[in-house]
């Protein structure tokens, strides 16, 4: 006896009707669909020395995205190069793993 017979009105009387046994079921879930990528999580500075933060540079990072995160306004990105020179040859190319400092807004 399946689904459809009792849709259909085929229901052999013989059988009594199985119900599911869900006693084995543990909380919690498993699931074969896929989830989603987690979120990116915010990068947060390394340290502090002085009146300069340590920042790692992540990927996706850019000399602007740091300056808007650190400093609320992307356009002071140039105080951030300014205090990598010995780090950072272009501006436009920052490594992830690259250790930065940030000097206080």
């Known amino acids: 006896m399946g689904i459809f017979d009792d849709i259909f009105g085929k229901k052999d009387d013989k059988m009594p009707a199985a119900k599911p046994d869900f006693g084995n079921v543990n909380a919690?879930?498993?699931s074969t669909a896929r989830t989603a990528p987690a979120a990116p999580v915010a990068p947060e500075p390394?340290?502090?020395s002085g009146s300069a933060k340590t920042y790692v540079v992540v990927n996706g990072d850019s000399l602007s995205k740091i300056a808007k995160r650190e400093y609320g306004d992307a356009s002071k990105w140039h105080r951030i190069y300014d205090a990598n020179r010995d780090v950072i040859k272009d501006p436009d190319l920052i490594y992830p793993g690259q250790e930065l400092?940030?000097?206080?807004a």
């Not at 400092?101 to 206080?104: E, N, Q």
């Open 101 to 104: 400092k940030v000097p206080s």
């Open 46 to 48: 390394v340290g502090t």
């Open 28 to 30: 919690g879930g498993s």
